[in-house]
């Protein structure tokens, strides 16, 4: 009996909702209804967007209804200026199918945010436009793809961390909006973000693109205009998804073949794994559709290939800023391939600035051989409240992650103080070291 009891002040503390866990009953009334969230903006990242509307259309073709898909995209990469396929958007590198046609996108420019995903999760009015309107009869598949932290995703104004996806899918659980739900996440560190809350919620299960302690890679990268059309898992997922009869394969030979695929991360799966042996047509969609096979992969994996301008695409940003300078000085265009060079020397100034004051504040904090070794390595996040709190601080009053995805790597250093301290400390040490709020984009 104590350990029952135990368990419920486990999740109480850790703020998940005490709903009886076993309140799904079976029922073949029921619906699949999804969310598909991209929560980056901008050319450099034009692969997120392409991934949205290909996770859109692959949806739709097989029967998913169109008023049960809610699609959130800033959508500012089709008609930008320096698309190289004007009206247009590609998720392959054989250029056949337009992703953009047809992409229904309910939330745009800057109604993408974390309030208004875990709005459109939970059921609540946005006033802006749809929200889930599921059941306990109802499969939800919810896709998110763009930059990741420790414990992190990004949006365009703030970011989404483990206490936001506890706190959703405590509501959900709470209000009855699914039978089963299946996360999908494409970002790097996404591990680090659902592996520690997942599993408290019995009908959930959650792929991701990378553990908790690596960063996921882009893919179909190109040196001549330096966009990557996809990345590397959600590729996989996607042509997997086009390829296959949707009844004959289940999530977990999906899962599978990914991580077969998938190279240059270790994608990962979270959850019940039962949920894993059923058909992906009940989640992606019951009717059938025409099979599109790209083929298999070829060429160098992008963790390996270094292109002509010597940047790995690890770094999508530098990759298109150089390729872009390598364009202008071949057009011969002297004034603006001069201020693309001093832009790239700038951002690379103020990266190595913000790498030297985040190593200067760890070594000011970390002044025993514990909280040294604390702050070394990637470590679970247990206590949600203190990493949300301290993740807030940072990027409100410190250097804003909605605008520095490149800090992702570097959170580990701070929220890991949590293990040995209360958030108040940690804000405080914050507090005095930064002294004053940075906006600075390092990216």
Known sequence: ??????????????????????????????????????????????????????????LRNHGVKEENIIVMMVDDIASNPENPFPGKVFNHRNLTTDVYAGCKIDYRSWNVSSQNFMNVMTGVETHIGPVLRSTEKDKVFVFYADHGG??????????????????????????RMYKELVLYVSA????????NVVPLYENVYAVTAANNNERSWAEYCD?????????????????????????????????????????????????????????????????????????????????????????RITDPTLHYMRTKLLRLKKNNDAEKAAKMRAEIGEL????????????????????????????????????FECHHKVLRYFSRNCYSLAKNPYLGKSMYKIVNLCHAMSAEEIIGHLKSHFQEKRNVSVL
Request: aromatic share 10%.
């Open 188 to 195: 790097c560190y996404s591990g680090s973000l659902v592996e």
């Open 223 to 311: 040196n001549k205009s330096g966009i990557c059309l996809s990345d590397e898992f959600t590729s996989a997922f996607l042509e997997f998804s086009d390829a296959n009869d949707l009844h004959n394969s289940s999530l977990e030979e999906q899962y599978q073949a990914v991580k077969k695929r998938v190279y240059c991360s270790h994608v990962m799966q979270y959850g019940n794994k039962k949920i894993a042996g059923e058909e992906i047509a009940e989640f992606l969609g019951e009717e059938k559709a025409p099979l599109v096979d790209a083929g298999p992969y070829h060429g160098e994996h992008e963790c390996e290939r270094h292109p002509d301008d010597g940047v």
């Open 1 to 58: 009996m104590w350990l029952q009891l135990a368990g419920l002040a486990l999740l109480s503390v850790l703020g998940t909702s005490l709903v009886p866990p076993r309140f799904f009953k079976p029922d073949d009334e029921g619906e699949i209804y999804a969310v598909i969230a991209v929560g980056s903006h901008q050319m450099i990242n034009y692969r997120h967007q392409a991934d949205g509307c290909h996770t859109y259309h692959v």
């Open 348 to 383: 690379l100034e103020r990266r190595q600035l913000v790498d030297k004051d985040i190593q200067s504040f760890v070594e000011k904090v970390a002044t025993t051989d514990e909280l040294k070794e604390l702050l070394a390595k990637f470590k679970p996040i247990t206590d």
């Open 150 to 175: 420790y414990g992190h995703v990004q949006f365009p104004d703030i970011d989404f961390n483990v206490q936001d996806l506890n706190n959703t899918l405590a509501k959900m659980t709470e209000k």
